[in-house]
């Protein structure tokens, strides 16, 4: 696994955008895994401030999102579909019906389903992740196994707190208990994984997942597992790491 630890949140959106930015350059139909949270808002701005200035296009790219609130619709401003219009899609040339995201309205289990069957015939390129302080990625959250395929959670507490503080106007009675979210097969099939974490708040998690085996208890360990995972941290999420146990680049 790579650590780049960059001075501050901004660098490391910077370094993580332009990462997609030459993929996407070098690969114009690019399959991209994409994450929502606090954490990516600035990395998508920078994608569209490329867009706008240089024209990298997004028209045959397909990106494929980690999770989706349940009982949301996509019109509800706290939904992930309307913060990827929002942050991301509405900035750039991508073609609407080449962007997925789990539908946590209706019929949930026939939406995991459809789920699961496209993510079974795509092959994500590069793979973007956040991590909860309880270590999950995307909502896969600590559990007595890991899921594989895409599923129904329950949030737990921590999750739940955290979105009320960052998201919806710090209402925990507004914030969804349950989601659908993709399971590890997804993401560790993804050819490369960047994990964007910042800020102190994110570094116990940052430890925790490095200095553990592959534990469901902390879900981020399976991404030992895989062989082209680079963490780009800032100094506060990197605050609690060995440096000499990694390929480690301040
Ligand atoms: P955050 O969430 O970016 O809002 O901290 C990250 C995550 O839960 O994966």
Do not use: W
């Not at 990462?19 to 690019?30: D, E, G, M, W, Y």
């Amino acid at each position: 696994m790579k650590i780049i630890v960059c001075d501050n949140h901004h660098e490391a959106s910077k370094y993580v955008a332009e990462i997609f930015i030459k993929q996407v350059q070098n690969k114009p139909n690019s399959v991209l895994g994409l994450a929502t949270g606090s954490t990516p808002i600035e990395m998508y701005y920078y994608l569209i401030k490329d867009h706008k200035l240089n024209n990298t296009s997004y028209r045959d790219v397909i990106t494929i999102n980690l999770d989706e609130y349940v009982k949301l619709e996509a019109s509800n401003s706290q939904s992930y579909h309307y913060f990827m219009e929002k942050h991301l899609f509405s900035g750039i040339d991508i073609n609407k019906s080449n962007t997925f995201i789990p539908d946590g309205t209706g019929d949930i289990n026939a939406n995991i389903k459809a789920y699961n069957d496209l993510l079974e015939n795509i092959n994500i390129d590069i793979q973007l992740l956040g991590i909860g302080r309880n270590c999950h990625i995307g909502f896969n959250e600590p559990d007595d196994e890991f899921q594989i395929g895409t599923h129904l959670v329950n949030l737990k507490q921590s999750t739940i707190d955290d979105n009320a503080r960052l998201f919806f106007d710090g209402d925990y009675s507004l914030v969804p208990k349950q989601a659908i979210t993709v399971g590890v097969k997804a993401i560790m099939s993804a050819k490369q994984i960047i994990l964007l974490a910042t800020g102190k708040q994110k570094a116990q998690a940052i430890s925790n997942f490095l200095n553990s085996q592959i534990n469901p208890q902390f879900p981020a360990s399976i991404l030992h597992a895989h062989n082209n995972v680079v963490l780009v941290l800032d100094k506060g999420a990197a605050s609690l790491i060995g440096k000499d146990s990694y390929d480690y680049t301040e």
